[in-house]
């Protein structure tokens, strides 16, 4: 980027930020039209990107809201999926996926502050003693060590920050979502990774990827402003696994948060956005009423689309403000 655009783009990131504050911020806001349904991750201390974007920081996600609450209409993802849209003012519901330790800790209590609806979109992993998300696992663990690694007999080395297959080119990820996506190769994975790093004593670390306990879902399921989905059972890529399997696993979601919230479950995010037009068919049958994808939708949906909704995620690679304003201009 030439040194005047840069400046340009950094003076109007600065901008944006101060009049978000301001009545300025109406002025923004009347500009926004539309209906969005935001993603977000974790909310960390820092917001640190050292493992990847996905946690936005408090001070960030406390000004998100505020601007959201103070211009335009929050309204929760019943609401929305009934279309009941406030008419003068851009409609936006809230979401989280993965169920992070830090969403009870730290978006828990900005969210009641603000009395702003929201859903926490949480995996079954804690039902089989598994502690920590596949894609967390991965990133961090390829982060901390170099070591060439082997995986059901294949062999990975890493190129920048990604282990790639020596067989076939391909990278873990790719494998992980769309060739092996059920959870005994993530469990292989993860043991060939435990070989050459650990870090799961590591504090520091571990906002980054520590997981709310059985207690903390239901004591989150009381608040008057958050409702809990679900998120898969093991977070597998569900639109890659044989269509009964991926039902299965979003049965068994439902009945291991019905457990534990006492109310029906009736939200569902696809882990990684990744679903088939027939999974939603089957899980709108399971009585999963209400369906997200992630970034974009992997088929040709139509725009009135009732069974699936998009989402626009939130990423910390920019300042607070325009991490929204991003989301948002994608969107348009
Ligand atoms: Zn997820």
């Known amino acids: ?43 960390s201390k820092t917001g640190s990107t050292r493992f990847n974007s996905r946690h936005a920081s408090i001070v ?54 603000y009395r702003c609806p929201a859903t926490f979109f949480i995996t079954g992993l804690n039902e089989v003693n598994d502690n920590i998300l596949w894609a967390d696992f991965v990133n961090i663990a390829t982060t901390l060590t170099n070591a060439e690694l082997k995986i059901d007999g294949e062999t990975f080395r890493k190129q920048g920050n990604c282990y790639f297959s020596q067989d076939s080119g391909k990278s873990i990820y790719e494998i992980i979502k769309h060739q092996r996506a059920d959870y005994q190769y993530k469990l292989k994975v993860k043991e060939a990774f435990a070989n050459h790093v650990h870090f799961q004593d590591d504090m520091e670390v571990k906002e980054y990827w520590q997981l709310m306990n059985d207690q903390q879902i239901a004591e989150t399921s009381h608040s008057t402003y958050i409702k809990i989905g679900s998120h898969g059972y093991y977070h597998n890529n569900l639109g890659s696994l044989p269509h009964q399997v991926a039902v299965d696993e979003l049965v068994r979601s439902k009945k291991y948060l019905e457990s534990l919230v006492q109310y029906e479950i009736q939200e569902l995010a696809y882990p990684d956005g990744s679903y088939t037009p027939q999974l939603v068919q089957s899980a709108r049958q399971s009585g999963l009423k209400i369906q997200l994808a992630a970034d974009h939708f992997l088929f040709n949906e139509s725009p009135d689309n009732t069974n699936i909704k998009k989402r626009y995620g939130i990423y910390s690679v920019d300042s607070c403000l325009n991490q929204l304003f991003t989301a948002i201009k994608t969107a348009g």
């Open 60 to 113: 960030c996600f406390r000004k998100q809201i505020a601007f959201l609450k103070k211009y335009c209409s929050v309204i929760s993802l019943t609401d929305f999926a009934d279309g009941k849209f406030d008419p003068d003012k851009p409609n936006f519901a809230v979401t989280f996926d993965d169920g992070y330790l830090n969403n009870f800790l730290n978006a828990k209590p900005v969210l009641e502050d």
């Open 1 to 43: 980027m030439p040194i005047a655009a840069k400046i340009f783009s950094k003076v109007k990131r600065i901008a944006n930020e101060q009049v978000a504050g301001s009545v300025l911020g109406g002025i923004i806001a009347k500009k926004i039209s539309g209906n969005y349904i935001l993603m977000y991750h974790g909310v």
